[in-house]
């Protein structure tokens, strides 16, 4: 049993199973069944209540169980909880692995091919911060939690070393 939250509205209780094209869901008591056909990895085609739908999954977080999806040309932000997501929020831990993060080091020695941010910008989790060019690859550090910048330590063609401050959240 999972909760949901479809574009920021409240809580929808469901469960579901995919099995052999089959899809089978209860969603707020409601008993749901159709025909699943998988297009690709990104694409999906569901028969559901003599209702046809084409479901696009534009981004997929598994860490986060959230889902970007265009269904029928409609976006739908989706966000799951199980019932072990619910325990650690009602025992108030599911904030506990949020930690601040103050700034981002360089991983490993390198070039920076190019700074994607200014002082002030505000990012979200997952937004690319620069280019760092190491061992003939190219590198893209990511912010690692929603924030403002507060100081980029370096510029464009700056070589840097392992542990170096690039930005400052």
Known sequence: ?????????PKINCSFKI???LFEAMIN????????????????????????YTIDV?????EEKS???????????VKLKDKFDELL???GLDEINQKKVNDIKAPMPGMVL???VKDGDQVKKGDAILVLEAMKMENILKSPSDGTIKKIAVSKGTAVEKNQLLVQF
């Open 114 to 116: 190019n700074v994607l």
């Open 67 to 77: 889902l970007l999806l265009r269904i029928n040309s409609k976006r739908a932000q």
């Open 58 to 62: 534009l981004k997929f977080n598994r």
């Open 19 to 21: 099995e052999n094209g």
């Open 29 to 52: 008591g409601r008993a749901m069944n159709g025909d699943l056909l998988k297009i690709n990895n990104q694409q999906y085609h569901l028969l559901l209540n003599q209702g046809s």
């Open 1 to 9: 049993m999972y909760s949901a939250e479809l574009n920021g509205n």
């Open 89 to 91: 929020h009602n025992l």
